[in-house]
């Protein structure tokens, strides 16, 4: 019985249904080995050896196959079809072959399917082959590459930018596109310009808009009409003249449907259709494909499957009639840039089910698998037919033109399925236009002027940032999502209303990198550098070569750099910023002069916390300060580096400061007698730059003492803790132990009395119970249908989960528990258990081994007939370290 391997359990369960109890189907869990997060993982000096080790979760997954093939000598690699996925299917044939479970005698067999259908398992089980080593050394070369960058550039930045946190090789450039972007919407300035349209009546009392494109016998250009002055002389210039038909042009027009989803198509729709970011994107694409509702995500590939353009033709047909559909099928170029990696387009699998034909509980999957099937049966359709019509209104004589477009749709085509979003869409002149006839008069109803400003252009959102790191042929697919997600991750992006922010942090280390690092982090050297490892894949170039050259020039510049003070970096910064930080002045003094002192000169510094600001370099003589950025943009009530000052009380400075981690209010100054004043996190829900100083006061008055409890004496506290507002019934001196209770809100801990303290003091210690009272059970899931077992989706202090036996798996925090079906419940049942599992097994192995070896050792000193076992719990003990168990 052949052991069949692929990444999840869900995929595990769902392709163990279609080959039947001949095979036995396990999970590998993702990525089964890593590099190790040390430095000397990979080894430049030894023709970039690298160093892999199994992870401590994936241990027992490896366990799990290497136990099954003892018993089934046979191994199919049934991993993604994508570079990522022969990677995994490499590291586990290396990890068995190391742990021996794969003999000379086991045949190994590599299998990919680009759908998880039957049809397509069954015949991909016809078609194996040995895994690709050229996709396997573009993986190693990619991964080694960024380990290389990562352990070699973070740490410059570390010592060298205090605050800044590490910078990858993919990530750094996306950074650079938000930063450039931020930077032009600053230095932008926008321009006036008018425009002049007028509303006129056909002879039939109909109406129509129509713009002055011509003025004076001159075509109109954006700017000509440049002030409000202008453009009355304009309305002038219309009102004193009679207008008529000149020209009605009607022309017929096409538009034609776009091509089926890839990956970075699929993200950006997404994004535009429904606000999605980019992991969510793929994590409900992953789930639709391990359903096996659609084909597999990943992809550059928009060609489909001709027995899928077979399927789309005939749904369309059957669907919207014969009309819709086209004489020939439509065929879409594939823009892969490698050809090892141009699967085919994502589309659902069985194009004749729509999304109501489906029982699709998840609404985001719901969402998804209907943009997925639109579109594919779209990209199959019809064009739809317009007719754009374009009316000339003149003055006859040649002084005033005006012009008036618009269209009619004489057949919808693949619009009445799906038309494709658009990012950042100007007004469209798509209107409808009334009956018009060449020479009928166009009396005025209204002539009106409209100023107009330039505007910059648009931070990028998720889905025009990876619209353009496509462009430029920075990133793959499999990279998109945690390219973006990373950005955020690190504090040096931040996502509000849908679009992207560069942070102080993000700004600095872009900077940073441009200054020392520029070739690294361009634009067209990176997308070479992509261009080179797809080389590789497909097998035009050496890995370790593309490796050399890079890590040749690579390590000099790390070299050079890591030389530099951190003042040095400071003022380069300072001179690379100068124009952004300190722009010139309108009485043309020097613009980094100080204005508190006159004496220093202001300079970008770093703070401890990781921030930025504008400091004198007068101090400690002038501790003028500024918000990082340039003079004018501080925000209302901002906090300054140094705090700030809400007033007095009781004699005391009351302060807020930003910290480490987090704001918090402080009572009086740091000095050498008081080096530790006291202090009080500011809660989340009230934003530091609006703190007044009797709220401040209340907040360094925690903890509030009640008084004591009328059962047993001990004192009652209110306070702001970790998680939020609660009561301690504690001993007076400690004031710890004893028993917790939430308060509902915030003012509450101002406000709560004793009886009600004591009221929820007691039910909080009713609600212990011993064990504790049930919890609030929110949905029954049914039994589980390999052990048995009830499930349930069950409230809990910290969000719901799901409870199966004494296994509860935390939910995922945008997972709504009316949304989780069984499979999901199934597979995080598993992944909880599979941990839960792994803690258990690891300690008892401690003493039986200690015990063992010690019993070993006494009779080895008994007698000397014994020291061949010795010898052989020696050996037994090297055969455990390397099948990767644990011992002591």
């Known amino acids: 019985m052949p052991v069949v391997v692929v990444e999840s359990p869900a995929k595990a369960k769902t392709i163990n249904k279609y080959l039947g109890d001949d095979y036995t189907v396990l999970a590998s869990y993702g990525h089964v080995r890593d590099l190790p997060p040390k430095d000397g993982s990979v080894d430049p000096e030894h023709e970039f050896d690298m160093k892999w080790e199994i992870a401590s979760d994936s241990k027992k997954h490896v366990k799990a196959i290497?136990?099954?093939?003892?018993?089934?000598?046979?191994?199919?690699?049934?991993?993604?079809?994508?570079?990522?996925?022969?990677?995994?299917?490499?590291?586990?044939?290396?990890?068995?072959?190391?742990?021996?479970?794969?003999?000379?005698?086991t045949p190994v067999k590599r299998v990919v399917f680009n759908a998880i259908t039957k049809s397509a398992v069954t015949e991909a089980m016809k078609n194996p082959r040995d895994v690709d080593m050229e996709l396997v050394e573009a993986y190693l070369a990619r991964r080694a590459l960024d380990y290389l960058v990562g352990f070699n550039l973070s740490p410059v930045l570390w010592r060298k930018l205090p605050g800044a946190r590490s910078a990858g090789r993919v990530q750094s450039v996306c950074l650079r596109l938000i930063v450039e972007r931020e930077m032009e919407i600053e230095a932008f300035n926008n321009r006036e310009y008018w425009s002049v349209k007028a509303l006129l009546d056909t002879p039939r009392g109909q109406q129509f808009e129509a713009k002055l494109t011509v003025l004076g016998g001159k075509k109109l250009d954006k700017f000509d009409i440049a002030s409000a002055e202008a453009a009355e002389l304009a309305v002038h210039a219309i009102n004193t003249r009679d207008l008529s038909i000149a020209n009605v042009e009607a022309k017929p027009a096409n538009r034609n449907p776009s091509p089926p989803f890839m990956t970075s198509t699929l993200q950006q729709e997404a994004s535009r259709k429904f606000g999605f970011g980019a992991r969510q994107t793929m994590n409900v694409a992953q789930r639709l494909y391990e359903a096996g509702l659609i084909t597999y995500m990943r992809t550059d590939g928009i060609d489909m499957a001709p027995e899928a353009i077979a399927s789309a033709r005939d749904a369309i047909g059957a669907r919207y009639g014969k009309d819709y559909v086209p004489g020939s099928p439509r065929v879409y170029k594939n823009k892969a840039k490698n050809a090892q990696e141009a699967h085919e387009c994502i589309r659902p699998t069985?194009?004749?089910?729509?999304?109501?034909?489906?029982?699709?509980?998840?609404?985001?999957?719901?969402?998804?698998?209907?943009?997925?099937?639109?579109?594919?049966?779209?990209?199959?359709?019809?064009?739809?037919?317009?007719?754009?019509?374009?009316v000339t209104v003149s003055s006859g004589d040649g002084q005033v033109e005006l012009r008036a477009s618009g269209q009619v749709m004489l057949f919808d085509g693949f619009m009445k399925v799906y038309e494709e979003g658009r990012d950042d869409v100007v007004d469209e002149d798509d209107k409808r236009l009334p009956q018009i006839a060449t020479g009928e008069a166009a009396k005025k109803s209204q002539v009106t002027p409209d100023q107009h400003f330039t505007q910059p252009p648009p931070r990028y959102t998720e889905a025009t940032l990876v619209k353009r790191m496509e462009e430029l042929g920075i990133g793959r697919p499999s990279t998109y999502a945690s390219v973006v997600t990373t950005i955020q991750d690190r504090?040096?992006?931040?996502?509000?209303?849908?679009?992207?922010?560069?942070?102080?942090?993000?700004?600095?280390?872009?900077?940073?990198?441009?200054?020392?690092?520029?070739?690294?982090?361009?634009?067209?050297?990176?997308?070479?550098?992509?261009?080179?490892?797809?080389?590789?894949?497909?097998?035009?170039?050496?890995?370790?070569?593309?490796?050399?050259?890079?890590?040749?020039?690579?390590?000099?510049?790390?070299?050079?750099?890591?030389?530099l003070r951190i003042t040095e970096v400071l003022e380069k910064i300072n001179e690379v910023l100068e124009p952004h930080l300190f722009p010139p002045t309108e009485d043309g003094s020097d613009p980094r002069g100080c204005k508190n002192c006159g004496v220093g000169r202001l300079s970008m510094r770093t703070a401890r916390s990781g921030g930025a600001f504008i400091g004198c370099s007068n101090y400690p003589e002038c501790r003028y300060t500024r918000p990082f950025g340039p003079p004018g943009m501080e925000i209302a009530g901002a906090i300054p580096p140094e705090g700030k000052l809400l007033g007095q009380d009781a004699g005391d400075n009351i302060w807020v400061h930003k910290g480490r981690f987090g704001p918090y209010a402080q009572r009086g100054e740091v000095t050498e007698e008081n080096k530790k004043p006291n202090r009080q996190s500011i809660p989340k829900e009230w934003p530091p730059e609006d703190l007044e100083l009797e709220t401040a006061v209340k907040l360094l008055s925690l903890p509030r003492l009640l008084g004591t409890h009328p059962e047993d004496g001990v004192n009652v506290w209110s306070n702001i803790g970790r998680y939020g507002p609660y009561l301690k019934h504690a001993d007076t001196t400690s004031n710890r132990g004893g028993t917790n209770a939430n308060l509902e809100g915030l003012d509450e801990v101002f406000t709560v009395g004793m009886n009600r303290a004591v009221q929820l003091l007691a039910e909080k210690v009713a609600s212990r119970g011993g064990r504790g009272a049930p919890a609030k059970v929110l949905r029954e899931?049914?039994?589980?249908?390999?052990?048995?077992?009830?499930?349930?989706?069950?409230?809990?202090?910290?969000?719901?989960?799901?409870?199966?036996?004494?296994?509860?798996?935390?939910?995922?925090?945008?997972?709504?528990?009316?949304?989780?079906?069984?499979?999901?419940?199934?597979e995080l049942i598993a992944a909880k258990a599979a941990k839960k599992g792994t803690r258990k097994k690891a300690a008892p192995k401690k003493k039986p081994a200690a015990k063992k070896t010690a019993a070993k050792k006494s009779a080895a000193k008994k007698t000397t007939a014994k020291k061949p076992a010795a010898k052989k719990t020696t050996a037994k003990k090297k055969a455990d370290t390397d099948s990767g168990d644990v011992v002591e």
Request: proline share 3%.
């Open 66 to 105: 290497a136990d099954a093939l003892a018993d089934d000598n046979e191994l199919i690699l049934a991993t993604d079809p994508d570079r990522e996925g022969e990677a995994i299917s490499w590291h586990l044939q290396e990890a068995l072959t190391k742990r021996k479970s794969i003999k000379k005698t």
């Open 491 to 563: 504090d040096y992006v931040r996502k509000e209303k849908n679009r992207l922010f560069p942070e102080d942090k993000g700004r600095l280390v872009t900077v940073f990198l441009m200054s020392y690092f520029r070739k690294y982090v361009g634009y067209e050297f990176t997308a070479n550098l992509e261009n080179e490892l797809d080389e590789v894949s497909a097998g035009d170039a050496d890995y370790k070569e593309v490796l050399n050259r890079f890590w040749r020039d690579f390590s000099a510049s790390v070299g050079e750099t890591m030389e």
């Open 350 to 390: 069985d194009l004749a089910k729509a999304t109501e034909d489906l029982k699709i509980a998840d609404p985001d999957q719901r969402k998804l698998y209907d943009l997925i099937w639109k579109r594919t049966l779209a990209s199959q359709m019809e064009a739809a037919r317009l007719e754009r019509t374009t």
């Open 781 to 826: 899931m049914g039994d589980h249908p390999d052990d048995g077992g009830a499930i349930q989706i069950v409230e809990g202090k910290y969000g719901a989960y799901v409870k199966w036996e004494k296994v509860n798996a935390t939910l995922p925090k945008e997972t709504e528990p009316a949304d989780v079906t069984i499979e999901q419940a199934l």
